[in-house]
């Protein structure tokens, strides 16, 4: 995890604060676990994961091996999770709170790719989208530069973290800065009646 190894931010999940130095550790405890599962450079995780520090502690401690990470919303239908197991040859996968090994039947994303994002599938099959680390580390660095640490010293996420912007545009620049990313479960019409006494709870 080249790229965050300077400053990273916290994560404050149901008003608890989850520190750099708890996610770090807490990140290398997941890679020891992925690890032992043959995990390494040129692996392929697949995280089918709601918004959650757990998702952020899986994504870096894949990251720390050399992985790609296939995000999954934890609304996909067994179907469409299936497809996406297969179809990106993820060599693990986390569901419900552990990783486990697959056989893929297909290759992976080649080496030094860092995240391979799918579409909802809304149209047909979900789409996959490949990023390498310099796209990636481009993405993060111009929007952090654009926003400032200012901007984002408080950052509040309610948008999938499956999907890019909620991960790219919204999650990893607040992180990337050192400040405090709020994460949320994903958006709801319920959330959206009451958005305003929400925004007012979290300051």
Known sequence: MKFFSGKLG????????????????????AARA???LGCGEGSCVALVQA??????????A?????????????NSTEMEINFILYH?????????GSFHRLEPAVSGPP??????MYTSGST???KGVLLDWPALESKIRTIATVLTD????????????????????????????????LIEPAFSTEMAQCFGEFLDARG
């Open 10 to 29: 916290s994560v404050v999940e149901e008003g608890r604060q989850i520190s750099s130095a708890t996610l770090r550790a807490e990140a290398a405890k």
């Open 34 to 36: 992925l690890r032992s």
């Open 51 to 60: 918004n959650s520090a757990s998702f952020f502690v899986n994504l870096f």
């Open 62 to 74: 894949a990251w720390d091996l050399g992985a790609c990470v296939v995000p999954v919303s934890i």
């Open 88 to 96: 990106s040859g993820a060599s693990h996968v986390y569901r419900q």
């Open 111 to 116: 080496r030094n790719s860092a995240l391979l």
């Open 124 to 126: 047909g099959a979900p």
């Open 150 to 181: 200012q901007a984002l010293e408080r950052t509040l996420c309610v948008l999938p973290v499956s999907f890019g912007h909620g991960l790219i545009g919204n999650s990893l620049p607040a992180l990337y800065l050192g400040c405090d990313l």
